[in-house]
């Protein structure tokens, strides 16, 4: 990215006017990403000034700011105490502690990352968006919309409910993006099943969830389930891995989740 | 533009265009311990402390530092002095690029994690990388630094 | 022995680790112009025209250089000794581009952004040629990497540029066909290796000044500063009596910077226009536009009888150079030379093949140097030929590698591009090695797999190696030791320490033979104007070569000292005894302090200075050996290897510091398992190399790295500093072969083609089992 003026936004209002003047203006998170990208920018608005850098509880929801830097979410109790650690553990596997305190969830959330390791997580758990404009919407939707988003997100909202997760990333090395990411979460009458990083965005296995309902989690239906994901789901082939080889782990990680979370619940 | 930064425990004024990153800055004014290896977040070795916290200044821009307290290790020195204690009984030091962002992670760590175990050292650290040592040599210094309460 | 072989603490690590500017871009003049190099987007291009008037136009933009701005005349970049083994194929820059990040053009400018922008006015016409990206099909091409008429080869290595191949060599020894037939099990296998990328954290930089009497002062990151300057007087027809090059301290090399980079372009630029000029390369530029690993296709043949006695080798070599020649011949000669004596009691073998010509980013020297593809193929196939034999692999290797006191036809036959010199290993302690890492291992109950029943299994595999130390009759090396007043030394050497620690070991040897605490040695490397000839870092040569200049300095330095330590007591030199600090008197209770002794030559009597330089070749090359075994979990599922442990019983003399020489196998250890089981490379179609930043190319990091367990054998070679033979290559070379086994035990499934990565093994897997229903 190269950029021509960095102007630091007194409110929010006067973000989201700035980002709508002109094509080119950008809404900065941590700018990592941003910053690998050849992209030319008239002006670079900051949300610096504008406090949203929280991790905050209330009574059914936890609510984090899109400025909070990752590593943030991967100390936070709070954070953790969402589906069994799942999101925090999944990003801390997000490269190291120096580029964790740089990028935001508000960016990883905006970006659509196909490649992400921490909208899995944040899906399964139903999290929702709160933009200036848009206002509050799910992750689901969102992720279903194309094109630049000329809005500003100001939290995400994730529901305190009593969960089990799973979250499995293969990489070649801890600083790899993921080969495939398996994210399984049981809910009180329900499971989700997540594959991300295909290399494509994250999907739901929902054949397999509609399977699954509430029963039980023996051999036999994980099996079906299994069989109803490998049906379902489509995997593809990049530098790090051929399809073939996602569809292996996909199988293999979906049944050793749905085994550690059915575990765990016994 | 003008970006006023806490440097090393000094109020220093820098002119800066609105382009440019930490890392440039820092260099450009001569805290050369802060190395360039690849410009884009993936190695390490241009880690800074911004208020206490290991960040990689590749990738910071230095308008959005104003009033921040950047540390590096020529602020550092007596404490990377100590840790270095560990690091040259090890053997662990070989071409040594890596090492300034090295210390500074190590005691940063020390100071952020409360119960440090194995697991959580290394994703503390694994960003840094380090292409000579192996790491092993390393992480048995840093074992003990984080061990001495001195 | 108060310093050798004993926990010595590096004499740099401190100061560097405190952030003291030590690295060639931290020691550039701040105004420095800034030169960067506009790089061809095609695999294979002859450039049509250059429109270079609007980028002169912008300010600040001093010049742009083309292929018109340079004699036309070929060079090798490879940064060897004279006459280089490796074609001169060569030019600054040429009308044709050859691989996907060749240079089209330099551009100078006041800084870095203009330097930038200007590139994106520059206007390039490309007439776009075929390439040739698949080095399996390049020799006799239609298409051909180098047309050029006056590129040549400075002595015969097979250099046939119009088939495409940058060098060829064979040879053999005994009757193959009859060695062949008196086998019992014949086993014929075909290896592919990658082009490792050297990953070193420092980019390859360069920065020059005019000083005061107008010559030219390069500061640059190479191995090789000698080299360079010869290499930079010769390209650019400068006098070499007007080059200084200053090797700074170096953020890692690993073979990268034996060849030069941008030193050509920058020396041009600060000689033309009398201002200080730097470059340093984006990473992007470190893996396209350097070099890499040589990728080779080994097709290896092995023959043994019934009794496990292996009888015959034969062994063909397909190696891609790249684009251009560095170290074509010798790397693929070492994937010979250092790898067939292991096995040295075969009635015969052979060893041919042909580097090759592609337009992929040039490969040159690598950590490894051919070693390490070499060990590949014969030691997977020795596991292979054990299997087929039903003989145990260790047992086998235990009947029939080298050992002390023997030797190998090969060290006669096969040097690095020239014939080789005969000799006995005075030290070999594989056999230790081997039973000693056996032990620490756990092999007995390890092997070959342990199930884990988790879906995992445990198992054990393992491979040993050789290297050299320096290459006979061509590496040298010196050094020179200055008395100081007050009795400290200056010791100064041509020897470049890249972080290997060879500046502290250098120093352990000089304080040793003198006597002194290794603070009373201060040692400097390197610099064309002020220290001693040395070939430089490479060839796994500096403990040995460089070391034993330093130590008969020292010896020449203490013989200097004695003497006038005599004249001053008035006795004969032998009455002298040479304590380090003091000097006696033979029974007498005569003493004389070194700091009198140099205070009063240096100020008040008889006053001169005191040197002592000497400079040493090797006559042979003493191998270090090196028995390595990984322990590994591996997933059934998925393929996915757990490094539980990476042992290492390593046979490199005598250590002069422990410390050190664990940190270099230990980092050869770990950048060989990331060459064996991560470190991919690729390329598009296009050509253009797509693993090019460190998102897609994986290095190891701490968290791949959980345990190493390193140990030496007791060793003293006789013709070595204090008995030290190298260790900076022998770390590397074990892990694929090593590793690639250990799979095997596991899951009966062979990876030929590195890197073995999870999905490989996976896809074996799948194919074994389709097979076996
Ligand atoms: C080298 C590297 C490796 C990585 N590896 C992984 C990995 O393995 N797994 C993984 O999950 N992620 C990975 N990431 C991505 C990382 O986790 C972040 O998601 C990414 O850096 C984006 O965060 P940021 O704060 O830097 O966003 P930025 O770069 O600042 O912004 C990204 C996008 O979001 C927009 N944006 C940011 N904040 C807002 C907001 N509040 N409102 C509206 N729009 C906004 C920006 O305009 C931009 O379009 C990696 C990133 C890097 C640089």
């Known amino acids: ?266 | 533009m003008k970006v006023k930064l806490l440097l090393n425990g000094r109020e220093r004024i820098f002119s800066v265009h609105a382009n440019e990153y930490l890392l440039d800055t820092l260099r450009n004014h001569n805290i050369l311990s802060v190395k360039k290896g690849c410009d884009a977040s993936t190695c390490g070795v241009c880690t800074v402390l911004k208020d206490g916290k290991p960040i990689l200044s590749c990738s910071m821009l230095t308008a959005r530092c104003e009033g921040a307290n950047i540390t590096t290790v020529e602020g550092l020195q007596d404490e990377v002095n100590k840790f270095y204690e560990y690091f040259g009984q090890e053997g662990a030091d070989q071409c040594g690029f890596c090492n300034p962002a090295t210390a500074l992670t190590v005691i940063a760590m020390k100071k952020h994690l409360k119960d440090p175990n194995p697991e959580s050292i290394l994703s503390y650290m694994v960003g840094n990388l380090c292409r000579c040592s192996g790491y092993v040599a390393q992480n048995k210094a840093i074992k003990k630094y984080l061990e001495d309460k001195s | ?773």
């Open chain 3, 1 to 773: 022995m108060k310093t050798i072989n004993k926990e010595i603490r590096s004499v740099d690590g401190r100061g560097i680790m405190l952030g003291r500017p030590a690295f060639t871009d931290d020691l550039a003049d701040p105004s420095s112009l800034v030169v960067k190099v506009l790089r061809s987007p095609h695999a294979f291009a002859k450039i049509k025209r250059i429109n270079k008037s609007k980028a002169l136009k912008l300010p600040g933009v001093e010049m742009v250089l083309t292929h018109q701005d340079f004699p036309r005349k070929p060079f090798t970049r490879a940064g060897q000794g004279y006459p280089e083994p490796s074609p001169h194929d060569k030019f600054v820059l040429d009308e044709y581009v050859r691989y996907v990040g060749d240079e089209v053009l330099a551009v100078v400018a006041a800084d870095e952004a203009t330097a930038i922008a200007a590139m994106e006015h520059i206007d390039v016409e490309y007439e776009v040629l075929e390439p040739v990206l698949n080095y399996q099909q390049a020799m006799d091409h239609s298409s051909v990497v180098h047309p050029e008429e006056e590129i040549h080869e400075m002595f015969p290595i097979g250099f046939e540029p119009k088939r495409n191949i940058a060098a060829a060599y064979g040879m053999d020894f005994g009757d193959l066909d009859k060695a062949f037939e008196a086998s019992d099990v014949i086993v014929e296998e075909t290896y592919t290796t990658q082009a490792q990328a050297h990953v070193m954290m420092e980019p390859h930089s360069v920065n020059a000044r005019l000083d005061i009497q107008n010559r030219l002062v390069i500061y640059s990151s190479t191995q090789t500063p000698f080299h360079v300057r010869r290499i930079i007087s010769q390209a650019l027809d400068i006098p070499m009596h007007k080059i200084r090059v200053i090797k700074p301290r170096v953020g890692g090399g690993f073979g990268g910077k034996q060849a030069i980079h941008g030193e050509l372009l920058v020396a041009w630029v600060t000689y033309k226009t009398g201002k200080p000029a730097k470059l340093t390369y984006t990473r992007k530029e470190v893996f396209e536009s350097s070099y890499t690993r040589h990728p080779m296709t080994l097709k290896i043949k092995l023959g043994a009888d019934n009794e496990g006695n292996l009888k015959a080798i034969d062994w063909y070599v397909l190696s891609n150079t790249g684009a251009y020649g560095e170290h074509a011949l010798t790397v693929f000669m070492v994937a010979g030379s250092k790898v067939l004596p292991l096995y040295n009691k075969v009635d015969a073998a052979r060893f041919h093949g042909h580097v090759v010509y592609t337009n992929h980013t040039p490969a040159g020297a690598y950590r490894g140097y051919g070693a390490i593809q070499g060990n590949f193929a014969l030691e997977s196939t020795v596991d292979t030929l054990c299997q087929k034999l039903n003989i145990d692999p260790i047992t086998f290797r235990l009947k029939n590698m080298i050992l002390e006191g023997e030797t190998s036809p090969v060290f006669e036959i096969m040097g690095e591009g020239t014939e080789g010199t005969a000799m006995n290993m005075e030290t070999c302690k594989l056999d230790y090695c081997l039973e000693r890492g056996l032990e620490l291992i756990g092999w007995k109950d390890k092997y070959p797999r342990v199930d884990l029943g988790n879906g995992k299994v445990k198992s054990v595999g393992m491979a040993l190696a050789m290297q050299g130390s320096g290459i006979p009759y061509i590496d040298m090396g010196a050094a020179t030791i200055k008395l100081n007043d007050d009795g400290f030394y200056n010791l100064t050497v041509g020897a470049t320490d890249i972080g290997q620690g060879s500046d502290t070991i250098l120093a352990q040897i000089a304080a040793e033979t003198l006597d002194v605490d290794i603070e009373r040695v201060v040692i400097y490397s390197s610099d064309t104007d002020l220290t001693p000839f040395d070939v430089g870092a490479y060839a796994s040569s500096t403990t040995f070569v460089s070391g034993n200049a330093v130590y008969r300095a020292a010896l020449n330095m203490k013989d200097l000292i004695v003497k006038e330590a005599a004249n001053i007591l008035d006795v004969e030199p032998e009455q002298i005894v040479f304590g380090g600090e003091i000097i006696h008197v033979k029974n007498s209770d005569t003493k004389l302090s070194m700091k009198d002794l140099s205070n009063r030559i240096t100020y008040n009597e008889d006053q001169k200075q005191l040197t002592a330089t000497s400079s040493y070749y090797g006559t042979k090359s003493p191998p270090p050996f090196m028995a390595g075994f990984v322990e590994i979990d591996i997933d059934k599922e998925t393929g996915e290897i757990e490094i539980v442990d990476y042992v290492s019983v390593v046979d490199c003399g005598v250590t002069i510091n422990p410390k050190l020489a664990q940190g270099q196998v230990e980092g050869g250890i770990v950048q060989g398992l990331g060459m064996a089981h991560f470190e991919v490379v690729k390329y598009s179609e296009k050509g253009q190399l797509i693993t090019n930043d460190l998102l897609k190319y994986k290095i190891p990091t701490s968290k791949d790295i959980p345990k190493l367990t390193t140990e030496f054998a007791k060793s003293h070679e006789a013709s070595g500093p204090y008995g030290a033979k190298s260790v900076g290559e022998i770390g590397i070379d074990t892990p694929p072969a090593a590793l690639a086994n250990a799979v095997y035990n596991a899951l009966g499934v062979r990876i030929k083609d590195l890197p073995i990565t999870p999905e490989k093994i996976v896809m074996a897997m799948q194919y074994k089992n389709t097979k076996e229903i």
């Open chain 1, 1 to 266: 990215m190269k950029t021509q003026m960095i102007v630091k936004a007194s409110s929010v209002e006067e973000a989201y006017e700035l980002l709508n003047e002109h094509a080119s203006h950008t809404v900065l998170g941590g700018g990592v990403w941003l910053k690998r990208l050849p992209r030319k920018i008239e002006k670079a608005i900051t949300l610096d000034a504008l406090n949203l850098d929280y991790i905050k509880a209330e009574a059914e929801l936890v609510k984090i700011g899109s400025m909070t830097p990752l590593q943030s979410l991967v100390d936070s109790d709070l954070v953790q105490s969402l589906g069994s650690e799942i999101l925090s553990k999944a990003i801390n596997h997000v490269m190291g502690v120096g580029l964790r305190n740089l990028a935001t969830l508000g960016g990883s959330v905006v970006g659509r990352y196909g490649f992400s390791d921490i909208i899995p997580p944040l899906l399964a758990l139903d999290a929702k968006l709160v933009f200036h404009r848009k206002g509050e919407i799910t992750l689901e939707k969102f992720l279903e919309t194309k094109g630049s988003v000329k809005d500003i997100l100001i939290e995400v909202i994730v529901p305190r409910k009593k969960s089990v997760g799973y979250f499995k990333k293969v990489s070649n090395t801890p600083l790899d993006f993921s080969i495939l990411n398996i994210t399984i979460v049981k809910k009180e009458d329900s499971y989700c099943i997540i594959l991300g990083s295909r290399p494509g965005g994250a999907v739901f296995a929902r054949k397999a969830m509609a399977f699954l309902g509430n029963k039980p989690l023996n051999t036999q239906n994980i099996n079906e389930a299994v069989r109803l994901m490998e049906a379902e789901i489509s995997f593809g082939t990049n530098h790090s891995a051929t399809a073939d080889y996602r569809h292996v782990l996909a199988k293999t990680y979906v049944r050793r989740g749905l085994e550690e979370v059915g575990n765990y619940e016994s």
